[in-house]
């Protein structure tokens, strides 16, 4: 009994969050554009071949750890193609299998039926499985382990038909198919089980001879994200889906995973991330809501061990957010925040965003054009953009109408 009470009162209730603008404390962030000999970066051609590389080693050895090159994926097994949503789409099921191995991710991939030609897609991790993303019997539940979840009855680690569309709220396909585009989602258990000891039976585990890297060498996130790469091999494959206009979305912990994904592989044409928080589009050295101190206790094997060093005093880090999401450019970004998820420090999201636009301004590109915190529902910026919504933590159709109409602009 004593021990229990002892695990409980631990950084949960210790942690109180700061909610206060007025109490974030003064910082200064790294400059994107100078170089660690000193040297200041002033064309686009330096930021790519010196500023550009030097930055995700620091992101590397501070925040995330190593991410593989790969090896790709070259071998497929398609379970399953059928039309969906009353013909409107082509509904396909891909084992997607890790390189030459036999460890293997099920993505859920739809195609607008009805449009000629390759189409641009996007792609994301969900957090439930393949079969909460849209309520139909023929999508396999997940078999691998999965959170417990009241509200759905899972209380022994594994999924029930009763959550078939949990998740439908957050994956308007069929608005997103109406828009002529694909969605490409897959289950992020089949790359790492998000728990402390999930690493154990993951991909950080399962691939260590193929990977060449030790399970402490990367984290959790870096693992999810690796598999959003291999999702993209595939799509290299199939002729209905055009390769070099996909977009990699990711909500909360799958947003930080999505910016880290595209950091590392260019082959992902626009970046949108929604409400990714701390470790994700939030800066670091603002203390408010979640901090590196909070993320890196509650969550420490997202990250590599050197992280936490951090969290008494995030001055120290060699990078801030700001600089994860220069690497982005001069692909357009685009940033998502909500009004009430202020554990993800919205504003900070926003000057992140922000300080990110000097970079774009090196390839002649107009970031969010403002340091002005926009209204709500009033997304601003052109290469990069940003918006807050009304309401919490979540992916609305709000926010897809904007990311679906932001790759409009950019692909036409
Ligand atoms: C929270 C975590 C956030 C965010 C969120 C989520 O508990 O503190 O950084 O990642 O989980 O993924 O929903």
Redesign the pocket.
């Given at each position: 009994m004593m021990f229990f009470f002892f695990s409980r009162t631990s950084w949960a209730q210790e942690f109180v969050p700061n909610y206060d603008e007025l109490k974030v404390g003064n910082y200064t962030l790294p400059d994107p554009l100078r170089l660690a000999n000193g040297r200041a970066v002033t064309s686009s051609k330096q930021w790519t071949n010196e500023r550009a590389p030097e930055i995700l080693k620091l992101f590397n050895e501070n925040v995330y750890g190593a991410f593989p090159d790969g090896p790709k994926s070259t071998h497929f097994e398609l379970l399953d193609e059928r039309e969906a949503l009353n013909g409107k789409a082509i509904a396909k099921q891909v084992r997607i299998f890790f390189g030459a191995s036999q460890e293997y991710m099920d993505m859920l991939l739809f195609l607008p039926a009805k449009v000629k030609g390759s189409v641009p897609v996007f792609i994301g991790l969900n957090?439930m499985g393949n079969h909460t993303v849209l309520n139909d019997s023929w999508i396999p539940l997940t078999s691998r382990w999965v959170s417990n979840n009241s509200t759905y009855g899972i209380s022994d680690h594994k999924t029930n038909e009763g959550s078939r569309g949990a998740q439908s709220a957050r994956w308007p396909v069929e608005m997103v198919i109406d828009a002529g585009y694909g969605l490409a989602t897959a289950y992020y258990g089949d790359l790492e089980p998000d728990y402390p000891d999930g690493w154990r039976t993951g991909i950080r585990t399962t691939l260590q001879t193929l990977t060449g890297l030790q399970p402490r060498q990367w984290g959790a996130l870096g693992a999810w994200g690796w598999g959003l790469c291999r999702m993209m091999d595939y799509l290299e494959t199939d002729k209905k889906v055009n390769p070099k206009k996909v977009i990699i979305t990711g909500?909360?912990?799958?947003?930080?995973a999505a910016l880290w994904t595209a950091a590392n592989d260019k082959r992902f044409a626009i970046v949108v991330s929604n409400?990714?928080?701390?470790?994700?589009t939030a800066l670091a050295r603002r203390n408010y809501g979640?901090t590196v101190e909070?993320?890196s206790t509650?969550?420490p094997y997202?990250f590599i061990s050197t992280y936490a060093t951090y969290g008494k005093d995030p001055a120290q880090l060699p990078v801030d957010q700001h600089m994860l999401l220069g690497l982005m450019a001069p692909r357009p970004l685009y940033v998502a925040s909500a009004l009430d998820d202020k554990?993800?420090d919205p504003y900070g999201e926003f000057l992140s965003a922000y300080h990110a636009g000097r970079v774009y301004a090196l390839f002649g590109k107009n970031g969010l054009g403002t340091d002005t915190m926009p209204a709500t529902d009033q997304p601003v910026g052109d290469f990069v953009r940003y918006h807050i919504r009304q309401g919490g933590?979540d992916i609305k159709p709000y926010d897809w109408e904007q990311f679906i109409a932001f790759a409009n602009r950019h692909f036409k």
């Open positions: 957090f909500h909360s912990r799958l947003g930080k409400n990714s928080g701390e470790g994700g979640e909070r993320i509650a969550f997202w554990w993800a933590h």
